[in-house]
């Protein structure tokens, strides 16, 4: 799996902003611990994918910070010949997942962009749980989805369920 300083030159060399790098590392942080605790539980979860997966999830910011970013984040991941499971995090991080009706009603290309694997849905919540350069609650995120996009709209609704399945694991 990619080290962390290959990780960082990834960022750096794609002209990401020192503000996402910093967020990518904090993002890097919050799911490093949320995998030790899947692991103290017994879950099997691979370390090393999910410090890479966090630390690249917004390697797409080098280019937009459009909802596209998850995919224009996808084919840089791809060019750089970096391993699909991080593609797939990289890819699948935006929101609490986008699966394919969203994605095409928002133009992404065909696909169906939800975490799937436990690393993938650790960073995607990870990244919920880091906003300005600090760690918040997840109350705070979902209060910040709930006034963008409404109670009960599909997105709330995937992201409540996102948290649910790591606070059984995890508590909170």
Known sequence: MLAREDALGALREAGCSGGVMEHCVDVARIASKIAHCFREKGVEVDLALVEAGALLHDLGRARTHSIRHGVVGGEMARELGLPEPVVRIIERHIGAGIPCEEAAELGLPDGRYVPETVEERIVAYADKLVEGGREVEFSVTLEWYIRK????????????????????VIGG
């Open 149 to 168: 996009h409404g109670e009960g709209s599909p997105v709330v609704e995937r992201l409540r369920a996102l948290h649910e399945g790591m606070a059984e």
